[in-house]
T-cell receptor
């Protein structure tokens, strides 16, 4: 039973390049969440998606960041024109429940992508 | 602004000790409190608490929620070196999850 898959696990980009991070949710899960973790900081919510819909993007920076979860294939977090401050671990989580369920918050995390901007 | 505060930030204990990790929260429309264990990779789900006063147990780990005082504790008894990790607390309300900075637990033999 595969868990949440993320790739690549490590990504190095030069300033100004684009970074694409991929996330495949657990089997049977249709809700995907992206979080960012800076060194010595907690996980910060970025965006919540269901298939073909962005439900909550209140944590996303207004510029350069975008996310999608197409009908087929993994969810993608895209960072354009990366800067050094984007260096962080980006975690994806998935869940199977809708907001009407108390178990909505039971999220399972992938291993993360560590982005380094040089 | 929603926030979750964990204490202590770090803790060093000897094998066999019992530890208590603290988590206080201010989360709009609070619904759930979650604990995760983070080693080198993904945060691993431990507990989800939604009701006050009901203890959840899993082996040597247990947790309880106090919705009146807005806090939760995570207890680990008879600690082992394999318990060394960062323990994350998160509150669920209007936004999916608000995380604290974590407690870094080191268990030495």
């Amino acid at each position: 039973n595969a868990g949440v898959m993320q790739n690549p696990r490590h990504l190095v980009r030069r300033r100004g390049q684009e970074a694409r991070l991929r996330c495949s949710p657990m089997k049977g899960h249709s809700h995907v969440y992206w979080y960012r973790q800076l060194p010595e900081e907690g996980l910060k919510f970025m965006v919540y998606l269901q298939k073909e819909n962005i439900i909550d993007e209140s944590g996303m920076p207004k510029e350069r960041f975008s996310a999608e979860f197409p009908k087929e294939g993994p969810s993608i977090l895209r960072i354009q024109q990366v800067v050094r401050g984007d260096s962080a671990a980006y975690f994806c989580a998935s869940s199977s429940r809708t907001r009407s369920s108390r178990r909505y918050y039971e999220q399972y995390f992938g291993p993360g992508t560590r982005l380094t901007v040089t | 602004e929603d926030k979750v505060v964990q204490s202590p930030l770090s803790l060093v204990v000897h094998e066999g000790d019992t530890v208590t990790l603290n988590c206080s929260y201010e989360v709009t429309n609070f619904r759930s409190l979650l604990w995760y264990k983070q080693e080198k990779k993904a945060p691993t789900f431990l507990f989800m608490l939604t009701s006050s006063g009901i203890e959840k147990k899993s082996g040597r780990l247990s947790s309880i929620l106090d919705k009146k005082e807005l806090f939760s504790i995570l207890n680990i008894t008879a600690t082992q070196t394999g318990d060394s990790a960062i323990y994350l607390c998160a509150g669920g309300g209007n936004t999916p999850l608000v995380f604290g900075k974590g407690t870094r637990l080191s268990v030495i033999a």
